[in-house]
């Protein structure tokens, strides 16, 4: 019997809201068990910081430094929350902060020291992720697939998961074979970072100010003109990639209205793409809690496109349980990617191991 370990995930996600830790028992292919999760948010000068060195310039060993030591606090605040031992853990997968991701160019960067969260904490860690794939030619995005398939074995068939973080992606899982993966387009990034441009704060809340506007047919087709969209995948995205869009002349509302919309519309552009439409859309990630994203998505996909806690999922622990369920993976050089998700040559291991 393959063994099963405890593993702890950690995420800190594109839209830089702070870092999400979850518990996980699993043999690296079935999960046997869920334990607590929590999310706790970065200082706000600690957000800034890391919003200086987007694109890998500026302080970047600084911030590096002190996004580990944030998620050393965010393990040792977990443990001592949920009364457990750190000594039950086996091992750590942590996905660290990514500052640029160029797989044309076969680059990705995600800050985050494993050596030093392995010494400060005396458990195994296993970090970098995403650097095997793109190496070897893949996207090294996304990577939580494997997860959502082991997940979804005993839901109707095909079924999409779309994970709306600072970017979007979906997988699609259907009858048998292996999972199909790409980033749709933006998520909340761009929604995000035009309410910071009008001081209005760090995101949409509850999709009301995209609700007080009107869409602005012509810019929406305008960005739905980009040439990702004709990409075939497997493909994925920078947090930035959208980043010089005109927005010009709207207002705050209208704007939110239409980068919302776009956010909709490109997943709905990906459905082109898949071997057949999901019968239903599960829906992971912040974009999930706003009610004026969900209905557009509903509109353009229409079937039932609900948050994954329909299904008994967690989707604020979702993306951390995944890199516990990769870490597992990693130590028992089980692939973490597929030609069908990142658009590697062959399924490959990877993550670099950080023994205590």
Known sequence: ?????????????????????????????????????????????????LRAVLGGQGEVAAVERAVTEAHVEAIRFFIEENDISIRDIDIIGFHGHTVLHLPAKRRTWQLGDGALLARALGVDVVNDFRSADVAAGGEGAPLAPLYHQALAHELARPLAVLNLGGVGNLTWIGAEGAPIAFDTGPGNALIDDWLRRWGAGEMDRDGAIAAAGRVDGDRLAAMLAHSYFERRPPKSLDRDDFAGLDLEGLSLQDGAATLTAFTAAAVARGLRLLPAPPRRWLVTGGGRHNPTLMAMLHAHLGVPVAPVEAVGWRGDALEAEAFAFLAVRSRKGLALSLPSTTGVARPLTGGVYHPA
């Open 1 to 49: 019997m393959t063994a099963v370990l405890t593993a702890i995930g950690l995420m800190s996600g594109t839209s830089m809201d702070g870092i999400d830790v979850a518990l996980l028992r699993t043999d690296g292919e079935r999960v046997s068990g869920f334990g607590p999760w929590l999310t706790r948010s970065y200082d706000a000068h600690l957000r800034t910081r």
